[in-house]
C-alpha cells in the first residue's frame, strides 16, 4: 500500500513541467526534483485508512526572487496535477521548508496531501 502509492505520486509528479518526480530524495537534489515522504495513517470510516504524505519540491536556492518566480510559475501546475490525478490526493497545505542537499540547506516547497 505504502510503496505502491509512493511510487505512483513521483511518477505523477514527473509528469509536471519543470518538476522531476524521485522514489526518495536523490544525492545531489536540484531545483524541480520532488519526492514524496509518507506521514501517516489514520483510520477512518469501516477498515479505510487515510495517508498522510508531504511531497518535497527543491526550489532554486541561489536567490529568494528565483525561489518565488519558480512557484510563481509551477505550483497552480502541480497541486492541480495532484488534487485532478487518480494517484494524487487532496492537497491540504503548501509551505516553505529548507532540505538538506548535497551543497547545504535549500528552499523547498513542503505540499501536504491526503489519499485514500
Not at 46 to 72: C, F, H, K, M, Q
Not at 74 to 98: A, K, M, N, Q, W
Amino acid at each position: 500500500m505504502i510503496a505502491a502509492r509512493r511510487a505512483a505520486l513521483a511518477e505523477l509528479l514527473s509528469t509536471v513541467d519543470g518538476v522531476q518526480g524521485h522514489l526518495r530524495q536523490p544525492g545531489a537534489a536540484r531545483p524541480g526534483d520532488a519526492w514524496p515522504v509518507w506521514g501517516a495513517l489514520e483510520r477512518g470510516p469501516g477498515d479505510a485508512y487515510l495517508s498522510t504524505w508531504r511531497v518535497i519540491v527543491v526550489l532554486p536556492g541561489d536567490r529568494a526572487d528565483r525561489a518565488e518566480a519558480w512557484i510563481d510559475t509551477y505550483l497552480s501546475d502541480l497541486v492541480d496535477t495532484i488534487d485532478e490525478h487518480e494517484d494524487g490526493g487532496f492537497v491540504d497545505r503548501v509551505e516553505p521548508v529548507l532540505v538538506p542537499i548535497d551543497t547545504g540547506d535549500s528552499p523547498a516547497l513542503q505540499i501536504t496531501l491526503r489519499t485514500e
